[in-house]
C-alpha cells in the first residue's frame, strides 16, 4: 500500500462542497470515484480543508491510500483521464509516508475572495466572481480589514452550523488588492490562518463590501467583531467569488527538489 498527496484544482460551480453527501454531487464523490476506476475498495480520502456549496480551488490538498504502487505521472493523468468531463484537474501527485495527513500536517490555508466591481453583467467570469455592481471604497476596506489581524474571538463571522470546536482563530494575513482586469476593477480579498471557521470569509467580505459600499465606517468592523454576535455582521458574501488557493506544511510535499532526494 502506497500513500499518495494530491494536489487538486476544481471549479465549484457543479458541486453541494467538497465532502460527500448522499444525493448531491460532491468533489470528493467524483474523485473518489475515478480512484475506484483504477483499484477496488479504495478508502475514502481525506482533505486538508472541506470547501463548501460552489466555491472553487486553485490548491487544495488530499490524501488517498492504493494498494498498486504508481508512478505519480501515471497515477495524475489516470485520474484526470477518468475526471473528465468534471471541472476538477489533479495538477500533482507525489508519494507521501504513511504517517502523512491533508488535513492535520497542514500549517496554513490560505483563500483568495474576487469581487469583480462594475456595473455590466460579468461574462467570462460568470460564476467564478462574486459581483458588486457599485463602487467600492478599497482604502476604507483595507482600513476596515487590519482589525481582524492577530488572534480573536471570530464569533461574529461564525455560520451557526459551524462544528469548529473554537472561534479563537489567528488572522495572519488580511489584504486586499485593486486589479486592473479584461472585465474591469476587480477587488482581490487574500486571507492565511492556520485554519477558519465555517462561513468565516464570505461572512468578513460581507461586512467589508457594507464599509466598501459606505454604508458602515470602518471602525464598525471592530465593533462587529468586538461584539461576538452573529446577527450584527454583514450579508454572507456570494460563494463563487471564494478560491482556496493554498495549502501550505512544514515541508512542502510537492517541492521537487526533497521528493527527488527521498526517492534516491
Avoid at 461564525?158 to 477587488?187: H, N, W, Y
Avoid at 470569509?201 to 463590501?209: K, Q
Amino acid at each position: 500500500m502506497t500513500k499518495y498527496a494530491l494536489k487538486i484544482e476544481y471549479d465549484g460551480k457543479p458541486f453541494n462542497g467538497w465532502q460527500r453527501q448522499a444525493g448531491h454531487p460532491s468533489v470528493q464523490q467524483t474523485i473518489e470515484q475515478a480512484l475506484g476506476k483504477l483499484e477496488d475498495n479504495v478508502p475514502s480520502i481525506v482533505t486538508a480543508g472541506r470547501t463548501d456549496t460552489g466555491v472553487h480551488a486553485l490548491g487544495q490538498v488530499a490524501h488517498c491510500v492504493l494498494q498498486k504502487a504508481w508512478t505519480p505521472f501515471k497515477l495524475c493523468g489516470a485520474l484526470n483521464f477518468h475526471l473528465k468531463p468534471n471541472p476538477i484537474a489533479i495538477t500533482d501527485v507525489v508519494a507521501v509516508p504513511d504517517d502523512f495527513s491533508a488535513r492535520f500536517w497542514a500549517v496554513e490555508r490560505q483563500y483568495i475572495f474576487r469581487i469583480l466591481n462594475r456595473r455590466a453583467p460579468a461574462t467570462a467570469n460568470r460564476g467564478q466572481v462574486w459581483q458588486v455592481p457599485y463602487h467600492l471604497d478599497v482604502d476604507a476596506m483595507r482600513e476596515a480589514a487590519q482589525y481582524m489581524l492577530g488572534t480573536h474571538d471570530f464569533t461574529a463571522f461564525r455560520s451557526a452550523m459551524c462544528q469548529g470546536k473554537s472561534p479563537i482563530k489567528t488572522m495572519d494575513e488580511a489584504r486586499i488588492e485593486e486589479v486592473q482586469t479584461f472585465e474591469g476593477r476587480e477587488l482581490q480579498c487574500h486571507f492565511r490562518a492556520r485554519s477558519f471557521l465555517h462561513n468565516q470569509i464570505r461572512s468578513i467580505v460581507g461586512t467589508l463590501e457594507r464599509v466598501g459600499s459606505g454604508h458602515w465606517a470602518p471602525e464598525r468592523f471592530k465593533d462587529v467583531l468586538d461584539s461576538r454576535d452573529r446577527h450584527k455582521c454583514g450579508p454572507v458574501a456570494a460563494p463563487q467569488g471564494l478560491y482556496l488557493s493554498k495549502v501550505k506544511y512544514e515541508i512542502d510535499p510537492f517541492d521537487t527538489a526533497i521528493t527527488a532526494a527521498n526517492e534516491q
